[in-house]
T-cell receptor, first 109, second 115 residues
Framework: DAKTTQPNSMESNEEEPVHLPCNHS???????IHWYRQLPSQGPEYVIH???SNVNNRMASLAIAEDRKSSTLILHRATLRDAAVYYC??????????FGKGTMLLVSP | NAGVTQTPKFQVLKTGQSMTLQCAQD?????MSWYRQDPGMGLRLIHY???????DQGEVPNGYNVSRSTTEDFPLRLLSAAPSQTSVYFC??????????????FGQGTRLTVV
């Protein structure tokens, strides 16, 4: 998998938007950008993925830079339940995933 | 629809014992995989399968065996447990869509302690 770089941790207040950045400067033209999150003591959970265009779903939005070397996961209104480790991943080969350390999101009431 | 089911949820083994971690999915996914997660770390791929009868090694395969006789099941066998295999194990499955354009579904994990 192409390498991704994320901040170790970020903090947010409840009800505020959160922008989680990810750099992937070595991305290839066919690499999809995936985001997963892992709540405490649970398995990873799919959040969103995209290729070139910005994507929205019920959980979040994914903003992809025009050169595709970076992306941002946007949680529009953070809740306490969104406190988790967020992983930015570029899958390759049979959809296997390479997990880095991700970004730990802390949400304060 | 149960998704990905892992059993057991917790297990304590003595060094040298063998055991099988079970993983079953009811979504008719072709791709299945096993990961381990050590404290404070991301998940690392152990073995994966692209369909019944086809398996391959991931990043950390030593000490583990897998087989895939049905689409639904993908058990992970520890041949002779070692303390270094103390970890949380996650099973995942996904459709065999275009590379990278499918989402993976994960089980809730098996927490294994080897003493």
């Amino acid at each position: 998998d192409a390498k991704t770089t994320q901040p170790n941790s970020m903090e947010s207040n409840e009800e505020e938007p959160v922008h989680l950045p990810c750099n992937h400067s070595t991305i290839s033209g066919t690499d999809y950008i995936h985001w997963y999150r892992q709540l405490p003591s649970q398995g990873p959970e799919y959040v969103i993925h995209g290729l070139t265009s910005n994507v929205n779903n019920r959980m979040a939005s994914l903003a992809i830079a025009e050169d595709r070397k970076s992306s941002t996961l946007i949680l529009h209104r953070a809740t306490l339940r969104d406190a988790a480790v967020y992983y930015c991943i570029l899958p390759s080969g049979y959809s296997t995933l390479t997990f880095g350390k991700g970004t730990m999101l802390l949400v304060s009431p | 629809n149960a998704g990905v089911t892992q059993t057991p949820k917790f297990q304590v083994l003595k060094t040298g014992q063998s055991m099988t971690l079970q993983c079953a999915q009811d979504m008719n996914h072709e791709y299945m995989s096993w990961y381990r997660q050590d404290p404070g770390m991301g998940l690392r791929l152990i073995h994966y399968s692209v369909g019944a009868g086809i398996t391959d090694q991931g990043e950390v395969p030593n000490g583990y065996n897998v087989s895939r006789s049905t689409t639904e099941d993908f058990p992970l066998r520890l041949l002779s447990a070692a303390p270094s295999q103390t970890s949380v194990y996650f099973c995942a499955s996904s459709y065999s869509g275009p590379q990278g354009n499918t989402e993976a579904f994960f089980g809730q994990g098996t927490r294994l302690t080897v003493v």
